[in-house]
């Protein structure tokens, strides 16, 4: 390993919650979601560098200037002059377009690397702002844990940990683009809505039954009509016994809360029977 080389972990997120609450002016949707980080992750190794270059072990994914960290590396430069650069390496282990956020927290982890690697000084308060402007989910991304997001989305109240969960991700073999599912997104259509008043009441009282009461995603009822596969995937979590199955962000990926590890992994296992699915287990962090 390089003397000045630096991997960090790129952690996955869920949504314990999503609702939204109407459509703003810019075009995007005004939020109220609980965000969750989970233990998948990518690996995202940074070489300083004279210029700026990013790579990754997954062709879904763009190389060089379309990649959200590059954009992140670019950002951080241009605000803050920084004429150096560095070679960016993205080990991918988080599904793409899943609803996982994988290419947001790659981003995120790049900014708070080449904060410190390129001895930049900005605050955590500073990085969010710029983070918020490459991406919704950026913010949250920065900061991990478990928090109440509004607005877009990049608007955060850091909660304690909510109740630990063991999960099991199950994701079928295509990605859905984010926008498509808000614009498909209809109000009138919603079957359940969340109660995310009692969701944060719950995670700060530590009472999990309650949490798992308030827990709903309105995007569902969106990604369904859209892809009905991914509303089978969910009841097939039910009937394999979880206490909780709900679309990631605006999906395709389902995770399902399992009674246990060995659950999950039995889930799992069920699950794989099945050709052409992602299926992983995973846990609240
Ligand atoms: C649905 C969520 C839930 O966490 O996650 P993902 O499923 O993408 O992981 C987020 O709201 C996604 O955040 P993110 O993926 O960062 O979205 P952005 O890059 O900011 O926006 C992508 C597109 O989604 C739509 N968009 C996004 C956020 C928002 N509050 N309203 C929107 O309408 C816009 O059409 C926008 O052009
Ligand atoms: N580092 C990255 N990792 C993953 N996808 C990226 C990355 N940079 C840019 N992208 C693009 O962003 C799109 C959505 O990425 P991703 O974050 O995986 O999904 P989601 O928004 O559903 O959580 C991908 O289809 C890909 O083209």
Redesign the pocket.
Known sequence: MGENQIIVNAYA?L?LS?DVLGKRSD?????S?L?QSISLHDEVSIYPSNGLTVECNNAAVPSGPDNLAYKAAELLKRETNYEGGARIVINKNIPVAA???GG?SDAAAVMLALNNLWGLRLTIGRLGHLAGRL????PFCLLGGTCL?TE??ERLTLLPPAPHFWLVLAKPDFGVP??Q???NFDPQKVQKRPNNRVAVKAIEAGDRELLLQGMENV?ESSTFRLYPQVEEIKELMYRYGVEKAMM????PTVFGIARGKSHASEIVRRLQERNGIFVQVAETI
């Open positions: 997120k949504n999503i075009g995007y949707h005004q939020v979601m965000m609803g996982l956020a947001s991406g919704s989910d950026i997001a877009r989305g984010t926008a599912v808000y614009d995007l990631c962000g605006s999906g």
